[in-house]
């Protein structure tokens, strides 16, 4: 199994209270991801990263912003939390070309904003 | 614009019985990758099988194949001998070649595959 860690698992917070979720990894790989899960969506993906410091927005990333100082870590943050960001949040690593290897996935963040 | 469809919400199956879940795609660059993933109910998301558009063999990983018809532009997931373990949701999903600073990945709405004992 892919050296991936997500923490916290789990979160309740309240509407407009910040929240972070990390991602840790110890495969050294390049690339990193965050998705949300929602049901009847399958996976989308939030932002990633193809190096240190090195970030981009994905197809549902307003709202969030990211964060990556090392090669092991990337943070995703929710700036001021919101009814519609409850949702599993996974974080993926890859490699190859331009990251275009098979993803592997952490185990995940349930967040639940009230 | 790339897309992944998934047309079976819900598939069950009787144990030991070959299964096939569908996936079709849409893209207009030639290069691109398909892969398959399985979420049991735990939640976790496992990586099955890849398969490149210019492999000329279909993909295998022990009981999983990978039924790729380029011109009908379909890649549909085949499950031999299934077992009890199989049910999980299942996710069909398309690297998207674009040409930004890193692959990234779209994903169908996934299967639900339920497994009769």
């Known amino acids: 199994d892919a050296g991936i860690t997500q923490s916290p698992r789990h979160k309740v917070t309240e509407t407009g209270t910040p929240v972070t979720l990390r991602c840790h990894q110890t495969?050294?790989?390049?690339?990193m991801y965050w998705y949300r899960q929602d049901p009847g969506h399958g996976l989308r993906l939030i932002h990633y990263?193809?190096?240190?410091?090195?970030?981009d927005k994905g197809e549902v990333s307003d709202g969030y912003s990211v964060s990556r100082s090392k090669t092991e870590d990337f943070l995703l943050t929710l700036e001021s939390a919101t009814s519609s960001q409850t949702s599993v949040y996974f974080c993926?690593?890859?490699?190859?070309?331009?990251?275009?290897?098979?993803?592997?996935f952490g185990p995940g963040t349930r967040l639940t904003v009230t | 614009a790339q897309k992944i469809t998934q047309t079976q919400p819900g598939m069950f199956v009787q144990e030991k019985e070959a299964v096939t879940l569908d996936c079709t795609y849409d893209?207009?660059?030639?290069?691109?990758?398909l892969f398959w993933y399985k979420q049991p109910s735990s939640g976790e998301m496992i990586f099955l099988i890849y398969?490149?558009?210019?492999?000329?063999q279909n993909a295998t990983e022990g009981r999983y194949s990978l039924n790729f018809q380029k011109a009908r532009k379909s890649a549909n997931l085949v499950i031999s001998a299934s077992q009890l373990g199989d049910s999980a949701m299942y996710f069909c999903a398309m690297r998207d070649p674009g040409y930004s600073s890193a692959s990234k990945i779209i994903f169908g709405s996934g299967t639900r595959l339920s497994i009769r004992p």
């Open positions: 893209t207009s660059d030639p290069s691109y990758g």
């Open positions: 495969e050294n790989h390049r690339y």
């Open positions: 398969q490149g558009s210019y492999d000329q």
């Open positions: 993926a690593i890859s490699e190859g070309l331009a990251g275009a290897n098979e993803q592997y």
């Open positions: 990263s193809y190096g240190v410091k090195d970030t």
